[in-house]
């Protein structure tokens, strides 16, 4: 089974400066997919970015990107230029491609991330 | 954002009662899940479906039942509810294999 770690319960970070979120999985498939969400205190999950397993490009998404390191089953997430609104829970997550009708999301257990002004 | 609705928002039951939360979409996506958010755990996967009539359990299957008769709607029923049953509950859906899961705003479920 598929297991996804967030060792890092909370973290904390200056406004306008970067902070980076750690996230580790473990799996015996090649080809997967793997997502960060945000929950801020509205409840409400936001997808964040996600990375495809066979792209070695690192995704992006405006301040939001990650460092994919396959081999290492890492996939950390950075956030550039912090504000306020960033203050929020994230979840790494990962989903099988090749798991057919079984295919779902494994979650982490979250980091609190909070931005100090 | 995606056509998901949650109902109830909020509710609060006693124990040994039934409880039936509903999940409602309007994207007539194939993959719907039912999802426990607690502290220290995560998110975790109760049930799911990959079509009418077509459900499956997850890790926390124990005590919840789930019925789709219709691509948009997926229920979500406690029959005899617990109080380790109190939780915030969500829905989500998924156009496809691999791609991402959209979800809806939650219930809080709280059961006295």
């Known amino acids: 089974a598929q297991t996804v770690t967030q060792s890092q319960p909370e973290m904390s970070v200056q406004e306008a400066e970067t902070v980076t979120l750690s996230c580790t999985y473990d799996?015996?498939?090649?080809?997967?997919?793997l997502f960060w969400y945000k929950q801020p205190p509205s409840r409400q999950m936001i997808l964040v970015i996600r990375q495809e397993a066979y792209k070695q490009q690192n995704a992006t998404e405006n301040r939001f990107s990650v460092n994919f390191q396959k081999a290492a089953k890492s996939f950390s997430l950075k956030i550039s230029d912090s504000q306020l609104g960033d203050a929020a829970m994230y979840f790494c997550a990962y989903r099988g491609r090749l798991t057919g009708a079984n295919s779902k999301l494994t979650f982490g257990k979250g980091i609190t991330l909070s931005v100090r002004p | 954002d995606a056509g998901i609705t949650q109902s109830p928002r909020h509710k609060v039951t006693e124990t040994g009662t039934p409880v039936t939360l509903r999940c409602h979409q309007t994207?007539?996506?194939?993959?719907m899940y039912w999802y426990r958010q607690d502290p220290g755990h995560g998110l975790r996967l109760i049930h799911y479906s990959y079509g009418v009539k077509d459900t499956d359990k997850g890790e926390v299957s124990d005590g919840y039942s789930v019925s789709r008769s219709k691509t948009e709607d997926f229920l979500l029923t406690l029959e005899s509810a617990t109080s380790s049953q109190t939780s915030v509950y969500f829905c989500a859906i998924s156009e496809v294999l691999g791609g991402p899961l959209h979800f809806g705003n939650g219930t809080r479920l709280t059961v006295t």
């Open positions: 994207e007539n996506h194939r993959y």
């Open positions: 799996t015996s498939e090649s080809d997967y997919y």
